[in-house]
């Protein structure tokens, strides 16, 4: 069995609506700018991408690093349609300007559902349900408590751009088919994940919530079924996933460099094998020792993202057969020439050891669960008061609920459904995980009584 590119490339929109084609851009470019005027797009500029609260300037936040990723995935997208195009593989109606299109929308997006503090965030989300908030769960099924136990910022992502952003719960942003299945990275949902019956079982994609888009997502593109609530990855995923690893590889060491935490000759030492063979290494080189270190990666970036995407191409070409048989199980940055994949393994590592760890951003880490922990437990106690007899509910949880707003919540939030709780529940995390890491943090002071110590 084996998928096609006329399937994957499906250009109609979610809902099963007919692509409609205007003039000046392409469906999928369309896709782009949904992204891009989102608002959850918009408050990527104030969520962590290195640092929590980072209060330099020159530190990537989550909006910086995705337009970054996007930059890169267009250009590797658009190199891989080219290939694509010349070996004859491509439909006839679709371009190489169509794959990168489709890939920087999927990068502008990969990070689209990621809660205030990271990666930090979700696992304080994670935390809170599984202890002080394990009695909300009690009357949800095992996979929606899943869902919540072990909330993963991928699934998220995916809700926003189905469920919770502009058409809010009738098909969200609309995206095309195409550009949906190329963002779902883990396609499987959480419960055989906590199992330990998926590829990568600490990450899943899909939501209990979502499930219907996510079957009419993989039906329309012809992703292969691979078992329950689980389909192989759409071919471009691999692009994505590579571009956010390529930026990573250097985007964080620059930011170590930035914050004084690592030194050049350090960085410099794993990039350098990239671009050794390069005819332009002397005059780099030599450009390099009249700059300061600050203004040195500027000179290298360049150079080292054109070789990562020679090698992701090559790699993507060399191996398509397998991708469209649904068979790669790792990423596309294992298959790529080793320099590469070592450079970019070599950068992860360093920054994990010396970034991730610094003590600075161990601490602000540590603050981020009790900014979490005090959001939820105020919100879900309003929420599951609101649910019961409307005449027990405090001041204060009334006051909650004209915060919260009662258009985030679905319109079949009642008691009559079966799974009302749940759909409440994830209101709820879709409301703290669109916050900013300030407006979490203030929020959480005001709500601890700490907003009136000025007075």
Aim: aromatic fraction near 8%; include cysteine; hydrophobic fraction near 40%.
């Amino acid at each position: 069995m084996s998928m096609n590119w006329n399937q994957l490339l499906c250009a109609d929109r979610l809902g099963k609506r007919v692509a409609k084609h205007e003039e000046g851009r392409s469906p999928f470019h369309s896709d782009h700018d949904k992204i891009i005027f989102s608002g959850a797009f918009r408050r990527l500029a104030r969520k962590t991408q290195v640092h929590p609260l980072a209060t330099n300037d020159h530190i990537h936040n989550r909006m910086t690093h995705s337009l970054e990723v996007a930059c890169v995935g267009r250009t590797l997208g658009i190199r891989v349609g080219q290939a694509l195009k010349d070996k004859g593989d491509l439909p006839t109606h679709i371009w190489p300007t169509d794959i990168g299109d489709i890939v920087q929308a999927t990068c502008l997006a990969h990070d689209i559902g990621n809660p205030p503090f990271g990666h930090t965030g979700e696992d304080a989300i994670r935390n809170w349900f599984q202890k002080e908030g394990a009695e909300f769960l009690k009357d949800l099924s095992p996979s929606e408590q899943d869902d919540i136990r072990v909330f993963e910022g991928n699934a998220q992502g995916l809700r926003v751009l189905t469920t919770s952003e502009y058409h809010q719960f009738h098909d969200g942003m609309r995206l095309t088919y195409a550009t949906l299945a190329s963002s779902i990275k883990y396609p499987w949902t959480s419960s055989p994940t906590v199992l330990g019956q998926r590829p990568k079982d600490t990450k899943y994609g899909i939501f209990q919530s979502e499930l219907d888009h996510f079957h009419e997502i993989a039906q329309k593109t012809g992703l292969i079924e691979l078992g329950s609530d689980w389909y192989c990855r759409h071919p471009l995923v691999y692009l994505m996933e590579a571009a956010d690893d390529f930026c990573y590889g250097i985007i964080d060491l620059e930011d170590g460099l930035e914050m004084g935490i690592l030194n050049w000759a350090e960085i410099y030492e794993l990039l350098h094998p990239v671009i050794a063979d390069s005819a332009q290494l002397p005059e780099l080189e030599r450009l390099l020792k009249k700059v300061n270190d600050g203004r040195k990666p500027a000179l290298v970036r360049g150079k080292v993202i054109d070789a990562f995407i020679n090698a992701g191409t090559a790699a993507f070409i060399k191996h398509q057969d397998a991708f469209l048989r649904g068979e790669v199980q790792g990423d596309l940055i294992s298959l790529c020439d080793p320099k590469v994949k070592n450079a970019v393994q070599a950068a992860k590592d360093l920054a994990k050891q010396k970034i991730f760890n610094h003590s600075r951003r161990v601490e602000l880490e540590i603050g981020a669960y009790t900014v979490i922990g005090t959001l939820l437990n105020t919100i879900c106690s309003a929420v599951y008061a609101s649910l019961g007899d409307a005449s027990q509910m405090t001041y204060k949880d009334n006051r909650v609920m004209a915060l919260i707003g009662e258009n985030n919540f679905h319109p079949a939030v009642s008691k009559r459904e079966a799974n009302y709780k749940y759909m409440a529940l994830m209101a709820v995390i879709d409301y703290i995980s669109g916050m900013t890491d300030n407006y979490a943090t203030n929020l959480a002071k005001q709500f601890n009584g700490m907003g009136y110590s000025q007075y």
